[in-house]
């Protein structure tokens, strides 16, 4: 039998990171990050589902793919959180915890980053850890996930 997975999605420009603005979002890769998430999935017996896209409709289909069958979500949509109407509606269809998560701290930054379309569909929300705020979502979706009856 497979383990329960984790489906974590990246939105627009996040294929850039380690590459462009290291003073805001550090030196870590996207493929840092995926490393990350999943070790801290193999410590808690849970899978890792890794994806990025720039496009709206791709990171909505995949969560319509994905909604049912995910024990979790860690969903870092970019600048789609602070616009994206569609894509809440998405998060909210989703049955399973969804952690928020934002690199930076956005709101010590400019005021339209203050605003997330998806903070009240959301679980938890985690901002300002950098890429240690997506494993953080992973441990605590293990906790909630065991704790089921
Ligand atoms: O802090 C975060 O994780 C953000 O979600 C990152 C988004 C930004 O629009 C949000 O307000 C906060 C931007 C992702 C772009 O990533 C880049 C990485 C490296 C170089 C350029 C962009």
């Known amino acids: 039998m497979s383990e329960p997975t984790v489906v974590v999605l990246n939105g627009p420009n996040l ?3 380690g590459e ?3 003073e805001i979002y550090g030196h870590d890769t996207l ?3 995926e490393a990350l998430c999943r070790k801290a999935a193999s410590l808690a017996g849970l899978a890792i589902d890794f994806r990025q896209s720039n496009h709206e409709g791709v990171l909505i289909d995949a969560i319509h793919e994905t909604r049912t069958t995910a024990v979790g979500f860690v969903i870092n949509a970019g600048a789609l959180t ?3 109407i ?3 509606d998405a998060v909210a269809t989703i049955p399973a915890p969804v952690f928020e998560v934002h690199l930076s701290n956005v709101h010590a930054r400019e005021e339209f980053r203050h605003h997330s379309y998806l ?3 959301s679980t938890g929300v985690i901002v300002g850890c950098g890429p ?3 494993a953080y979502a992973v441990a605590r979706i293990s906790e909630l996930v065991l704790s089921r009856p």
């Open 132 to 134: 240690s705020g997506y």
């Open 15 to 17: 294929n850039l990171l």
């Open 119 to 121: 903070s009240a569909v």
């Open 31 to 33: 493929g840092d990050v």
């Open 82 to 84: 602070h616009t994206s």
């Open 20 to 22: 462009r603005e290291p």
């Open 86 to 88: 569609a894509l809440r």
